[in-house]
């Protein structure tokens, strides 16, 4: 598991992760608070800095991996 998100993308994410786990379920009522959960997606993909989806995609915005790429040619 590589790393394949930017450090701007993993702060968006966390905070999209958050954002959605706090204030969804105390904004929404009876059972539709349960799509808070949905939180947890964003949260640990920017956590961990790998986003399943961008993998297979072949998509990286870490810029590190990046600038080796570059410098490798």
Do not use: Y
């Amino acid at each position: 598991m590589t790393i394949n998100e930017g450090k701007t993308e993993r702060i968006l994410r966390v905070s999209a992760g958050l954002f959605l786990l706090i204030l969804l379920p105390l904004t929404l009522p009876g059972a539709a608070k349960w799509w808070g959960v949905v939180g947890l997606l964003p949260l640990l993909t920017g956590l961990t800095g790998f986003c399943p989806v961008w993998s297979l995609l072949r998509i990286n915005t870490c810029a590190t991996k990046q600038k080796d790429k570059a410098l490798s040619h």
